[in-house]
């Protein structure tokens, strides 16, 4: 069976696809940027890659037409853009006019419980799409979720953030609300199992856990769980733009995510039925067993995707490929040499690890410092650490940096920044052998936007260069 999987980028899809995989399918990936998915090499026969822009129908001409079935995962939560009702709109649209192509049997799409009575703009907007794909005349099943608990969700984390960060939390009334909170496993559970599956066709299913709970009791039972005593106070007087900047330096989201949550927490998102029980019977996660998973995949460091890695909430072009080529003219640059006599592989493998815990090897107060102030204004900072501590894939998110190469057979990493800077910054790591040891090459490349560019260049530069020659002498020191 060949199935189409869009948002195969994403938090969701990128468990998806190797699940689909391992029970058979031929699977079709939909993608803007084939830079940022990384395919197994035992899956390479059983994947094909196919580049297109839902945004722009003209590049979804040569799709497959033998697609026997389709999963709409694209959401936009941490989109930037104003109308992003009106461009998921336009991409569902789109999609219903390309997939109508094909032989298509089944189109499974995920959205979210929008049973209140006044829903968010997201939920909207998802709510809007749903209706979009279920009048097209092909055969769908909507699954609708609440809160995803797993290692690398978005809730998962915020929450995780605010326990581990917070003794007291003073809380808005959003807390209140009451949810129904489901693992990711289970999420992928019912989207593998209604696959083809005619039960479950023209249906529209809400999916929860067994208990249903306000995001106050959520927090406390984290808590609990991390052997950690928290205080809550909630008071009434948080407005929702106050509550995203409380969300914003406490946890790793940022501003735009952070503005759509507490819009869409005010919402209850309890499930209204659970008739998916009658054709996949399933006994999903409680939430203590789904945040110990969660944990236990930490700790293996077997976490296959995270919501930080995104691009929706990005300013950079989601095809990343016109930033591989760093530029020579009018650039600034900052260019560290260190010979050493120890093991390549060693250095290779402490650059494989820079950031996130890890830190970045010298001077780590400063970096905080740099990224404390790229959350004053606006940037994401340190906060979003990185998915995996071992290893690093192009595409990822790493700090407040974006990988675009990880070549760790030719030594070689390049980070584009994507901290607030008044131009383009570039940072890039290589490591070659020389003389039975090896030479390191750090290269920070600068792209001035006008004058304010060049002076905060300039005004710099001291701390730069401290910076960056003792990180380069850190990364070629052989190890203790």
């Not at 948002?7 to 029970?23: D, E, F, S």
């Not at 809400?206 to 205080?231: C, H, N, Q, V, W």
């Not at 900072?381 to 057979?409: C, E, P, Q, Y």
Request: proline share 4%; net charge positive.
């Amino acid at each position: 069976m060949k199935v189409l999987l869009t948002g195969a980028n994403g938090y969701i899809g990128k468990r998806l696809l190797p699940l689909l995989v391992r029970q058979g399918h031929k699977v079709v990936t939909l993608v803007r940027s084939p830079y940022r998915l990384t395919i197994p090499d035992e899956f390479q026969e059983q994947v094909e890659i196919y580049v297109g822009d839902l945004l722009k129908p003209e590049t979804l001409k040569d799709l497959p037409k033998d697609i026997d079935a389709a999963y709409y995962l694209v959401h936009s939560m941490a989109r930037k853009e104003k109308d992003f009702a009106k461009q998921e709109q336009r991409c569902a649209q789109n999609f219903v006019e390309m997939i109508k192509q094909t032989k298509i049997k089944q189109i499974v799409y995920l959205g979210g419980i929008a049973n209140a009575e006044k829903l968010s703009s997201h939920l909207k907007s998802r709510k809007n799409v749903e209706d979009i794909l279920i009048e097209c005349e092909i055969p769908c099943t909507i699954l609708r979720a609440g809160i995803i608990f797993g290692a690398g969700s978005a809730s998962f984390e915020i929450i995780r953030d605010l326990v581990e960060k917070l003794p007291i939390m003073v809380a808005p009334r959003w807390v209140a609300t009451q949810s129904q909170p489901i693992a990711i496993v289970d999420v992928l559970y019912y989207l593998s199992h209604v696959l083809l599956n005619e039960k479950c066709f023209n249906q529209t299913f809400d999916i929860g856990g067994p208990e249903t709970m306000s995001y106050k009791e959520m927090l406390y039972r984290f808590a609990k769980l991390r052997r950690l005593k928290r205080y809550i106070i909630q008071v009434p007087v948080l407005t929702p733009k106050l509550s995203s900047y409380w969300l914003i330096f406490v946890t790793s989201t940022n501003f735009y995510l952070a503005q759509a949550l507490v819009d869409s927490l005010k919402c209850e998102a309890v499930c209204s039925e659970n008739r998916i029980q009658n054709i996949l019977p399933h006994k999903s996660l409680t939430f203590d067993e789904a945040v110990k998973l969660a944990f236990s995949k930490i700790e293996q460091n077997d976490v296959l995707s995270s919501w930080k890695d995104a691009m929706s909430g990005s300013d950079l072009d989601p095809n990343l490929s016109r930033y591989f080529e760093i530029p020579k003219h009018g650039c600034l640059s900052d260019q560290e040499k260190v010979s050493f006599s120890g093991s390549v592989e060693d250095v290779v493998e402490k650059i494989w690890k820079i950031g996130g815990k890890t830190g970045w090897y010298y001077m780590d107060w400063a970096w905080k410092i740099r990224g404390f102030i790229d959350i004053l204004f606006g940037g994401v900072g340190l906060r979003r650490g990185r998915t995996d501590s071992n290893n690093i894939h192009r595409g990822d998110s790493l700090d407040f940096w974006r990988v675009l190469v990880a070549d760790r057979h030719q030594g070689r990493l390049l980070l584009y920044a994507e901290m607030k800077v008044p131009g383009e910054a570039w940072l890039e790591f290589n490591v070659d052998h020389e003389n039975g040891g090896g030479i390191l090459t750090q290269t920070a490349t600068f792209r001035p936007r006008g004058i304010l560019g060049r002076l905060y260049w300039y005004i710099l530069l001291p701390f730069h260069k401290l910076i960056f020659t003792g990180m380069a002498r850190q990364l070629a020191r052989p190890r203790s």
